[in-house]
């Protein structure tokens, strides 16, 4: 779901899976007309994985040129910072814009309030939609219309290093408080940091928000609920595992430096999605791969809780090859294609009857994140919810600098909310 919220600009690596250039968001011919006949044309997709897991989503798109040999599939991988700017630009823009897209989940709502989707109802891009988990469906829609089909369901996790946490004597926290308490042992045993905390990142906030039985909105009712007192204690919470130690930290590249501190064994921890499974296995503290352990997040003071997370494929409202996109996203978000990932990337599948293949079963990943899916907690999903990452963002690089209280980082939160979203109270 999350790869962090770079600041640097990447250049986006592009792969032709066809031999010859073809241009974003066009076909060729063939393709274009709604009249049936083999599908043609070209279908340019972009694909926002990490680095760990773009060679699979290519092979993936691969496939579907295999099944439609006349159809051209022009492959881009675009970082998840750029990503959703760079789609506002070229489609606002009318030029440049993909086929098909790769979407975070709270960006489909985003995007089809400002026009950029394609409604997928009644099209070949949804199949089978009843064996989409029903959390699935919910980021998909907007104003009784559907613009994505879900590809991967996704939550938070506390990533740990089973030996250094046997080293020191101590259990894997079930709360931030027993966190804080195992700190200074895993510190005096093993010269490691217990955990490394997402201070970069506003979706790394959740847990601890839901921790402390809060919410950022109330979306039903129309209520600002960020600034109460359960976001005031989460705030604190950030504040306190960086100043006792208990935690480190960064204001920037917190998805490179945390994966990274991870696989050195320089943190016991680190609060992580199942999209950095395989990065993490890659390091040296994980060379035996059952050395990574995965449990709930840690519980806050009053409850425990984790976002959901996850990606859809959605279509672009200007694309000229709708025919071969619908194809294209239908054959995405198969279970053919569903269980590949899981089997090769350990990401959880949005369809159930992929959750019976008993090679989905058996992956020891899925047997935490499922469990951890089905009890996330989930966002609101309207045009503003990407929107209301940013003042939190802001906020928690405030307090942790010192330079915001955890009462004034929440009330600032709660008037920006307010601002953006004109009928909250």
């Known amino acids: 779901m999350r790869r962090g919220m770079r600041g640097a600009i990447a250049t986006a690596l592009v792969a032709g899976l066809a031999l010859a250039a073809t241009a974003c968001g066009g076909g060729d011919g063939g393709g274009n007309a709604d009249s049936g006949g083999e599908l043609s044309g070209t279908v340019t997709f972009w694909d926002t994985s990490n680095d760990a897991e773009k060679a699979t989503y290519r092979k993936l798109a691969e496939g579907f040129q295999k099944e439609h040999p006349k159809v051209h599939v022009s492959y881009v991988n675009v970082p998840f910072g750029d990503a959703n700017a760079k789609f506002k630009n070229a489609a606002g823009g009318n030029s440049g814009a993909p086929d098909v897209m790769r979407t975070e989940v709270a960006w489909t709502a985003d995007f ?21 988990l029903p959390q699935a469906v919910g980021s998909t829609k907007f104003k009784g219309k559907t613009y994505a089909a879900p590809q991967v369901i996704d939550t938070l996790g506390l990533f740990y290093n089973k030996k250094l946490l046997k080293d020191a004597g101590v259990e894997v926290p079930k709360s931030f408080a027993d966190l804080a308490t195992a700190a200074k042992k895993i510190k005096a045993k093993t ?38 007192g359960a976001g005031v204690k989460a705030f604190k919470t950030l504040k306190d595992l960086v100043d006792s130690k208990a935690a480190i930290t960064d204001a920037t590249d917190g998805q490179e430096n945390q994966l990274k501190a991870l696989k050195d064994g320089t943190v016991a921890m680190a609060i992580d999605g199942p999209w950095d499974i395989e990065g993490a296995r890659a390091g040296k503290a994980f060379k035996d791969k059952k050395n990574l352990g995965v449990a709930p997040v840690p519980a806050g003071s009053a409850a425990q809780g984790s976002p959901q997370g996850g990606w859809n494929l959605s279509v672009y409202a200007g694309s000229k090859n709708l025919r071969a996109a619908y194809a294209f996203v239908k054959y995405m978000s198969s279970a053919k294609v569903q269980q590949q990932t899981t089997e090769q990337l ?62 004034q980082a929440a009330k600032a939160t709660g008037d920006a909310y307010r601002k953006l979203l004109k009928d909250y109270k």
């Open 112 to 132: 089809a309030n400002l026009g950029y989707l394609a409604p997928l109802d009644g099209t070949p891009a949804l199949d089978k939609t009843d064996d989409y």
């Open 346 to 407: 350990s990401l959880l599948p949005t369809r159930r009857s992929v959750y019976d293949i008993p090679a989905v079963k058996k992956n020891e990943m899925v047997k935490f994140f499922k469990p951890a899916v089905d009890g996330a907690v989930q966002r609101p999903w309207i045009a503003e919810g990407n929107s209301l990452f940013e003042p939190i963002k802001v906020q928690m690089n405030k307090v942790l600098t010192g330079a915001a209280t955890p009462e």
């Open 191 to 228: 010269g490691a940091t217990a955990l490394y905390l997402r201070g970069d990142d506003p979706y790394w906030f959740l847990p601890y928000l839901y921790g402390e039985g809060g919410n950022m909105v109330d979306a039903r009712d129309k209520i600002v609920q960020i600034d109460d």
